[in-house]
């Protein structure tokens, strides 16, 4: 280091950072870019990952190193309780809600919700000389060649879609036109038709048979299916697919990016049969979770075979809580609570439907720390940028807030969650404001809850999430002028387009909807 190299903590991760004419560089080895690689585990709870959890009956000691070499953060929260909106928020840096996608998630036939001139981490990085790589579940729609709409008349964003496509011609909208140099993925779900694996725009099969999952847990939806797709393969693919885009693109001139958004523990639960039983906890997920962890592992051999571990950022995190497909009952009466300590589940506003493990790794250059700094999946994007030290336009990642920050007026202090319905909810501080009745989501109470119940629900709720973590006593009626301070901050930040600072921006689609007419009508 020179003399003008000095050591700054930073939200909770010491970087050495270097001064030149007031700007701030991350000393690295090689380039002085880092190689990025973004691990999102899928449906994965905080309680899953064996470091998070001191109860917990499943060891995932390759995702735990990571956590005890780098920063290990345990209050960090997906933009959204479901899959689809998340991952638009990892790559673009704005809540998920600002597009036309107000609740639920699009489908394997659904359009591309990151509209053309909307700026990605990884267009970010690319115009900044990173080769840059998508490698596993888009799920963020992309255009097929449609030759005839469903023949119910179902529009494409509904799961039910079955339109017609013609698998020999190009995607259009994909992740190549969205930053990525090389892309190798399918474009729904693992359990979402149509099971095609497509790369670089072109769909490596055409698909001619129906393919559906025969049991609960390994489930998928009914539909065509290439020949050369196996569900069972899908996470073994990727990973073989990262490795060798490792292996190719270790020690070039060039650093990478790889965005590697795994379809694993999800639905279809599939381990291998190397897997299957290792959890000894008699349920498929967990088995799945060690599968994960697996991957993991494998990710960071291949890094120190290669001798470039300590010039790659590695992020690790699961794009919302546990799906109740795995089976919550069961495990909890082995001892292993999926949620840890935490209310619901996936798709919820409670804790458990957000709340992820959420670890940065980068080794000799991140000082390994356990922190409490509230963190989104939006803010991805203004991190990589500071690393970088790239200035972003106003009109971009308008929800990101940096972890390499200097003042407090940089850090985040609020944050927006948002459930598979729509509903919102506001954090700031040790409180946090549901706008919603009950769950929001798919644990009880919920809209299927009795009416007679349900109608008697409060309409709003207030937790101290420091005291109360497992949201259980409602202080609403005792902290009225708090939900009306949240109420406040909660409209204006989405009426304003962003939450940073800068100008105002419009938000996708209608200026009004549903849930966000709920919110205003609320009365104490």
Request: proline share 5%.
């Amino acid at each position: 280091m020179t003399k003008n190299t000095f050591i700054l903590l930073i939200t909770g991760f010491t970087v050495f950072m270097s001064c030149k004419e007031n700007e701030k560089t991350v000393e690295t080895s090689v380039s002085g870019k880092p190689n990025i690689i973004y691990i999102l585990a899928d449906d994965l709870g905080y309680g899953d990952v064996s470091i998070y959890n001191q109860n917990s009956k499943i060891q995932t000691p390759n995702i735990d190193n990571l956590a005890i070499n780098g920063v290990m953060y345990t209050d960090a929260h997906t933009s959204s309780a479901v899959c689809t909106p998340t991952r638009y928020s990892i790559l673009t840096g704005r809540y998920n809600w600002r597009t036309r996608l107000k609740e639920g998630v699009v489908s394997g036939y659904s359009k591309s919700l990151i509209k053309q001139n909307r700026t990605t981490v990884a267009d970010l990085v690319k115009e900044n000389g990173y080769n840059t790589a998508f490698i596993g579940k888009w799920h963020l729609g992309w255009d097929w060649e449609i030759t005839q709409s469903d023949s119910l008349g179902l529009d494409i964003d509904n799961l039910k879609a079955r339109p017609q496509v013609d698998f020999s011609k190009p995607i259009k909208n994909g992740p190549n036109a969205h930053g990525f140099d090389y892309s190798y993925g399918f474009c729904g779900s693992l359990d979402m038709p149509p099971y095609v694996w497509v790369e670089n725009n072109i769909p490596t099969s055409i698909p001619t048979k129906l393919t559906k999952g025969k049991t609960k847990q390994g489930t998928w939806r009914k539909g065509l299916t290439a020949d050369n797709f196996e569900h069972a393969q899908a996470l073994p693919e990727i990973t073989k697919r990262t490795v060798s885009y490792i292996n190719e693109n270790a020690n070039q001139d060039k650093p990478f990016f790889v965005y590697m958004p795994l379809p694993a523990p999800h639905t279809p639960i599939l381990p291998t049969k190397e897997f299957q039983g290792k959890s000894n906890l008699d349920n498929p997920y967990a088995d799945f979770v060690i599968m994960v962890d697996w991957v993991v592992g494998e990710v960071t051999k291949t890094l120190d075979a290669n001798g470039i571990t300590e010039n790659t950022l590695i992020v690790f995190t699961s794009d919302n809580g546990c799906s109740p497909t795995a089976n919550f009952k069961q495990l909890k009466s082995k001892g292993h609570n999926p949620s840890y300590e935490y209310r619901g589940y996936k798709s919820d506003i409670f804790e458990g439907g957000h709340r992820v493990p959420y670890i940065m790794t980068w080794k000799n250059n991140i000082k390994p720390t356990k922190t409490n700094q509230l963190v989104c999946t939006t803010d991805f994007f203004a991190t990589v940028a500071d690393v970088l030290n790239i200035d972003i336009d106003d009109n971009v990642a308008e929800d990101s807030f940096s972890h390499l920050i200097e003042t407090d007026a940089l850090k985040r202090e609020s944050i927006i969650h948002h459930s598979v319905h729509g509903e919102f909810a506001y954090r700031e501080g040790d409180y946090k404001v549901n706008f919603c009745v009950g769950s929001g989501g798919w644990s009880f109470p919920n809209i299927h809850t009795k009416k007679a119940i349900y109608d008697t629900l409060p309409k709003v709720q207030l937790y101290n999430i420091k005291n109360d973590v497992a949201e259980t006593n409602n202080l609403q009626a005792v902290h009225p002028e708090i939900v009306t301070a949240f109420k406040a901050d909660l409209l204006k930040i989405i009426n304003e387009g962003r939450s940073t600072k800068g100008t105002i921006q419009a938000n996708d689609g209608a200026s009004a909807w549903a849930q966000l007419e709920k919110i205003k009508d609320i009365k104490l």
